[in-house]
């Protein structure tokens, strides 16, 4: 496919995204002096806003790439949870998938900004896994909505909503119906993932998921860690990020590191949910594992440069990638 194809199939696909949804809320200020009351900067509040989080974001960068994304996550039944669903509502994203419990609660990572200085992160959340009858309704939920989609990404932040029981039922599930599964890692259900066909953690969450360390200047060691893990984890590909030192694929018979590109970095915030959007989007085009790791390495290094969790921009990506596949 030329480049043009590539992007222009994005528009055709619809991607399931089962994980951990949240808020993230900003307030923006300016810092003129320090407290009287303790050594900490006085943040005078020019304006605040709140984002869809988690894998909310993830489901941005989707629609922001012109697929179509459907969540599926048990949230609470809060005032949160409200903004949430109107967060969804005035995206134009869809809220079929969402589960609402008076049992758990809606997860808000609140940033406190100074300029483009992160000053301060407040969370509101609860990480305890959902009970019996939430599970029973999310694997029920995502059965529901496999068939229609085309690529499955699980976006686990430790915050409960996956567990080993529901994300095996869900993968076997989505093996029935051919629909390839991708996987944004985080530590408590990291050996939970067998039978997925693509498992993307960062260099801190592969060496802290399997308590092994390497050296990753070294691409030899990152070659043999990689093809040990496929086998200790069960899964048919691994894409592992590794921040400035860009980005490796062992999936399908190829291996190929994809250096970084040189970036003015202003936050990494988010970066990894761009990485597994655009991963997915190739995943479910079928595009060759080298594809995979270029458009998501440049797409991964793009949302840097900009402050806060933002989605990436189709139209730059394109023009980056086309830059450089002349």
Known sequence: MTVNQIFDSFDNLRVLIIGDVMIDSYIFGKVERISPEAPIPVVNVKRKE????????VAMNIKSLGATPVLCSVIGADPEAKDLIELLNSSSLPVEGIIQSPNRVTTVKQRIMAGSQHVVRIDSEMDTVINAE????????????????????????DKGVLDQQSIQEIVTFAKHHKIPTIVDPKKRNFTHYQGTDLFKPNLKELK???????????????????????KTLGVNGIFLTLSERGVFIDFQNEVHHITAHLRSITDVSGAGDTVVSIAAICLGLKLSPKTIAELSNLGGGLVCESVGVVPI????????????NQ
């Not at 709140?50 to 974001?57: H, Q, T």
């Not at 399997?210 to 990689?226: C, H, M, P, R, Y």
């Not at 921009?313 to 023009?319: D, F, G």
């Open 313 to 324: 921009e189709k139209a730059k990506l394109r023009a980056e990638y086309q830059k450089n």
């Open 208 to 230: 802290e998921g399997l308590k092994i360390d390497f050296n990753a200047d070294k691409l030899d060691e990152i070659k043999t860690i990689v093809a040990e893990a496929k």
């Open 134 to 157: 939430e599970r029973s309704q999310l694997i029920e939920k995502a059965k529901s909505l496999i068939p229609s989609c085309d690529v499955l990404i699980f976006e686990d932040y």
């Open 50 to 57: 709140i984002r869809l989080g988690g894998a909310g974001n």
